[in-house]
């Protein structure tokens, strides 16, 4: 398939919507009422810190809603408003954030379901209209609603569409995607959609195995085994790792991307003529602004004395697992919730721990003056936040 004459294509639809429908400034109001906090302005405004009590907070410096959530919510909300009767779907959550996904379902905005491993899209009747999510959508899925003639509404974040040009980049100069992901995640599903060949690599020890594996050979079966639902149909290691080019899901942790990178740059310099690099390599920056903004954030305000760090996001939100890796690593008491509802009773705090599924935690607040450390995802409305604060203050009496 020509993906990229299929995307032209789409573009050029009058079904096909990447702009809001002229409804900005009553959607921004309800924007403002659901979403935003006084509470968080004045903690910005004060250094970004507040003693209540004996409770200090400190804010990172850069959490919460990044520019391309708070653009898709406002086209989900725009896209109600201007369809007020028309049955409208979102092929999965808009945002990784289960009170904004919960208020759109309030709206009556329907949520494909995943059957048996697949989206059933048999729900989306002809001339429906479909959002596309914040993380994107695949080219089949695309496809599939405009055969059914439906008016599609793309929030796609530009960081996303971005990584996606960078794929085709590689499909022309005949090079492997190696995209730097979760495979399972939907953004990364979308991105590898747009590839011709493409390889998923989870982390650095993934990396350094397929390094390995293209400087020294190996066990052929063993590699596609361990690759084999992240990788390309008919991947074949030693023809497809000749030529590689460097991609990710942009909510992985700015550090990492970076180094796998340089690690894959270094293996086809040490395999190849340097002179002929760029025949077996091509790399273009597809680190996403504000998931980079965020983990700087957050390294620095571990430099500070923190007792204890809450990390405020949805449980399946990749960025907000990566600024939770970074609160671990400095040895800080680190919990991960999706909302104040985990702040539960008698000093108890549903959360999860990394890699792990939720648990209970008592007497998780130390006694005395504590200083909590406070960072939220990127899908993290301020009023979630401020409602996670208020808790704190008020189980610290």
Same mark, same amino acid.
């Given at each position: 398939?020509?993906?990229k004459?299929f995307?032209r294509s789409?573009?050029h639809?009058e ?8 409804? @900005?400034a009553e959607v921004n $109001? ?10 968080i302005?004045k903690?910005?405004a004060n ?7 004996n409770v200090t907070i ?5 959490f919460?809603?990044c ?5 898709a919510v406002?086209m ?5 408003q ?5 049955d409208i779907?979102?092929?999965?959550e808009?945002?990784?954030n289960p009170s904004v ?6 709206m009556?905005?329907g949520f ?5 491993g697949k989206?059933d899209?048999g729900v989306?009747g002809e001339k ?12 089949q ?6 055969d059914k003639?439906?008016t599609?509404v793309?929030?796609?974040?530009p960081?996303?569409s ?8 590689h ?9 730097h992901?979760q #495979?399972k995640?939907?953004e990364?599903?979308a991105t590898i959609?747009?590839?011709n060949?493409?390889?998923v690599v989870?982390?650095m020890a993934?990396a ?12 052929k079966?063993q590699?596609?085994t361990?690759?084999?639902n ?7 290691p030693?023809?497809?790792l000749?030529r590689v080019?460097?991609?990710n899901? =942009?909510?992985m942790l700015?550090?990492e991307?970076?180094e $796998? ?7 086809m310099?040490r395999k190849?003529?340097?002179v002929e690099?760029?025949d077996?390599?091509?790399?273009f ?7 980079q903004?965020r983990?700087?954030?957050m390294f620095q305000?571990?430099e500070?004395k ?5 990390v ?6 990749s960025n =907000?697992t990566h600024? @939770?890796?970074?609160s671990?690593d400095r040895?800080i ?6 909302s104040a509802d985990?702040?539960?009773?008698? #000093? ?5 721990p990394?890699?792990q599924d ?7 607040l ?7 450390g406070?960072t ?19 189980a610290?009496?």
């Amino acid at each position: 398939m020509d993906t990229k004459a299929f995307k032209r294509s789409l573009n050029h639809s009058e079904n096909y919507h990447r702009k809001g429908f002229g409804h @900005q400034a009553e959607v921004n $109001i309800a924007l403002e009422s659901e979403y935003q906090s006084d509470l968080i302005q004045k903690i910005r405004a004060n250094s970004y810190t507040l003693t209540q009590g004996n409770v200090t907070i400190k804010l990172a410096e850069s959490f919460g809603f990044c520019w391309g959530v708070e653009r898709a919510v406002a086209m989900a909300y725009e896209t109600r408003q201007h369809f007020p009767t028309q049955d409208i779907w979102i092929t999965n959550e808009i945002i990784h954030n289960p009170s904004v996904n919960q208020r759109l379902k309030e709206m009556n905005v329907g949520f494909i379901e995943v059957q048996q491993g697949k989206k059933d899209f048999g729900v989306v009747g002809e001339k429906d209209v479909v959002i596309l999510p914040a993380f994107g959508a695949s080219v089949q899925e695309m496809q599939l609603l405009n055969d059914k003639g439906c008016t599609i509404v793309d929030t796609t974040c530009p960081w996303v569409s971005k990584v996606w040009n960078t794929v085709e980049k590689h499909k022309k100069n005949d090079h492997t995607s190696i995209v730097h992901g979760q #495979y399972k995640h939907e953004e990364t599903v979308a991105t590898i959609s747009f590839a011709n060949k493409y390889l998923v690599v989870l982390n650095m020890a993934e990396a350094r195995y397929v390094c390995d594996y293209i400087l020294n050979g190996g066990d052929k079966q063993q590699f596609l085994t361990k690759f084999s639902n992240a990788c390309s149909a008919g991947f074949d290691p030693d023809v497809d790792l000749e030529r590689v080019g460097i991609a990710n899901q =942009t909510t992985m942790l700015k550090t990492e991307t970076e180094e $796998i990178g340089k690690l894959f740059q270094l293996t086809m310099l040490r395999k190849y003529n340097p002179v002929e690099i760029n025949d077996h390599f091509l790399s273009f920056n597809t680190i996403c602004d504000a998931t980079q903004e965020r983990q700087d954030a957050m390294f620095q305000l571990v430099e500070e004395k923190i007792d204890l760090m809450m990390v405020i996001g949805g449980f399946n939100s990749s960025n =907000t697992t990566h600024l @939770q890796e970074i609160s671990i690593d400095r040895a800080i008491p680190s919990y991960h919730i999706d909302s104040a509802d985990r702040i539960l009773a008698d #000093y108890r705090l549903e959360h999860k721990p990394l890699k792990q599924d939720l648990v209970i935690s008592d007497n998780w607040l130390p006694a005395g003056h504590i200083t909590v450390g406070i960072t939220s995802g990127a899908s993290t409305p301020d009023k979630v936040v401020e409602e996670v604060i208020e808790k704190i203050f008020a189980a610290k009496g």
